[in-house]
């Protein structure tokens, strides 16, 4: 059996914007001194007049992308994601979102999965803080495949977006010719009837594993990947909960505030059914492998699986 591709979802990025740089001259890459890191440094090599060095400055990065936007052009602003909506959440609030300026903004380094940077830099609140922001578009994709045609589609999009980004590989899953990403609709990755798993991010891969395993067992779980958190895709919340009755959200980020709560929104507002948020339980994370934090929180396979099958019990 031959080895599953994994790419790093931040390598994606920088890939994705060399394209779009090569085909629209208005695309311009801002970063806050982490061009190495957040794969901007390629941009940056192809595109060296189209590339700002902001330094270690995130708030100011996010009033230079807004000032850069009001020009006409369309500015990608790129740091950490503890950076980019932590430190400049006031910046992205006030001086991109109340406008409704056309600022794409590239966070990688996104939550645990970070591993060994520690808890200071693991943002576990991002997607929380940006679903907040009246019209930000929340953007969270589960492999390269997917990463670069967000990027791709943040670009066609008029209006603020957050694109978030990992650090460790994951597996490519979305490798196959009928795939195809659209602003807002969930991707049905497999079929059941006993309970849906909707998954965003790194966990999607993880969640396709778990249903395996549970599918050995005789529970037939569904598999969604919802790539876009905002705005969320309703009508494929309503159509599992009234199809299985019931859900698990799985996600690399904290179970308050992140997809598990946008799907209770839903459900407890259109399709009452039971829901189990699998996330980060409301505690900072902790250096260490990202693989072993990946375990200790219970986002692997295994952990998904023995959790949706107590559920489904």
């Known amino acids: 059996m031959s080895e599953v591709k994994k790419i790093a979802t931040r390598e994606s990025y920088g890939n994705a914007l060399i394209e779009l740089g090569k085909k629209y001259d208005d695309v311009v890459v801002l970063d806050a001194d982490l061009a190495a890191a957040t794969k901007t440094g390629t941009f940056k090599k192809a595109f060296p007049e189209r590339h700002i060095d902001c330094g270690i400055a995130e708030c100011n990065m996010m009033g230079v992308a807004a000032g850069i936007a009001a020009t006409g052009k369309v500015p990608f602003a790129s740091s950490f994601a503890m950076f980019a909506a932590g430190r400049a959440f006031e910046q992205i609030r006030n001086s991109v979102g109340y406008p409704k300026l056309n600022v794409k903004i590239g966070a990688t380094h996104a939550s645990i999965s970070v591993g060994e940077d520690g808890a200071t830099h693991q943002c576990n609140e991002d997607i929380a803080l940006m679903r907040t922001i009246p019209g930000m578009v929340v953007i969270n994709p589960a492999d390269d495949i997917e990463a670069k045609a967000a990027?791709?589609?943040?670009?066609?999009?008029?209006?603020?977006?957050?694109?978030?980004?990992?650090?460790?590989?994951?597996?490519?899953?979305?490798?196959?010719?009928?795939?195809?990403?659209?602003?807002?609709?969930?991707v049905t990755l497999k079929e059941g009837t006993d309970v849906t798993i909707i998954a965003s991010g790194l966990p999607v891969s993880e969640s396709?594993?778990?249903?395996?395993?549970?599918?050995?067992?005789?529970?037939?779980?569904?598999?969604?990947?919802?790539?876009?958190?905002?705005?969320?895709?309703?009508?494929?919340?309503?159509?599992?909960?009234?199809?299985?009755?019931?859900?698990?959200?799985?996600?690399?980020?904290?179970?308050?505030?992140?997809?598990?709560?946008?799907?209770?929104?839903?459900?407890?507002?259109?399709?009452?059914?039971?829901?189990?948020?699998?996330?980060?339980?409301?505690?900072?994370?902790?250096?260490?492998?990202?693989?072993?934090?990946?375990?200790?929180?219970?986002?692997?396979?295994?952990?998904?699986?023995?959790?949706?099958?107590?559920?489904?019990?």
């Not at 978030?164 to 899953?173: E, H, K, Q």
């Open 208 to 313: 396709l594993a778990a249903a395996e395993k549970l599918a050995a067992e005789g529970i037939s779980a569904a598999v969604i990947n919802m790539h876009t958190i905002k705005p969320l895709d309703e009508a494929a919340v309503i159509a599992a909960a009234e199809k299985t009755g019931k859900i698990v959200t799985v996600e690399e980020h904290s179970v308050i505030g992140g997809l598990g709560s946008a799907v209770c929104d839903v459900v407890a507002q259109k399709a009452p059914a039971k829901v189990l948020k699998i996330g980060v339980n409301d505690v900072y994370g902790e250096s260490g492998p990202a693989a072993e934090l990946i375990k200790k929180y219970g986002l692997d396979a295994e952990s998904i699986y023995a959790k949706v099958k107590e559920f489904v019990k």
């Open 151 to 186: 990027v791709q589609a943040a670009y066609e999009h008029v209006g603020p977006v957050y694109l978030r980004f990992g650090r460790a590989a994951v597996p490519v899953i979305n490798d196959h010719p009928e795939y195809k990403f659209e602003l807002g609709k969930a």
